[in-house]
């Protein structure tokens, strides 16, 4: 059974920084992307960030490009998302995808397995 669990969220002040993690297991994920969308109170769920989890090679939303960085350890099973700058407007809770496809999709409907998600808070 796949199983994807984050976990890193936290209270933070503007500028600070961040890593979240997710763990995944349950099968073998090559060839899948593995995504981290956010969903902020009232708002769709939001693309951050994806990885392919065989070539390494990410893809950024804007509102976090130059800021967050994706990357995945294959030997431990993890994705994480360090996340710098932090603005008040980061706020949300962050999951985790995988998509079987392991193409770049940004809309979170492409995606198979969501962990349940870990929140952060970016305080002004």
């Known amino acids: 059974q796949v199983q994807l669990v984050e976990s890193g969220g936290r209270l933070v002040q503007a500028g600070g920084s961040l890593r979240l993690s997710c763990a995944v297991s349950?099968?073998?994920?090559?060839?899948?992307?593995m995504g981290w969308f956010r969903q902020a109170p009232g708002k769709e769920r939001e693309f951050v960030a994806c990885?392919?989890?065989?070539?390494?090679?990410?893809y950024y939303g804007d509102s976090v490009k130059g800021r967050f960085t994706i990357n995945r350890d294959n030997a431990k099973n993890m994705v994480y998302l360090q996340m710098n700058s932090l603005k008040p407007e980061d706020t949300a809770v962050y999951y985790c995808?995988?998509?079987?496809?392991?193409?770049?999709?940004?809309?979170?409907?492409?995606?198979?397995?969501w962990g349940q998600g870990t929140q952060v808070t970016v305080s002004s």
């Open positions: 995808g995988a998509d079987r496809s392991g193409a770049t999709h940004i809309t979170q409907y492409e995606y198979d397995y």
């Open positions: 990885i392919n989890w065989s070539s390494g090679i990410a």
């Open positions: 349950g099968r073998t994920f090559d060839g899948y992307a």
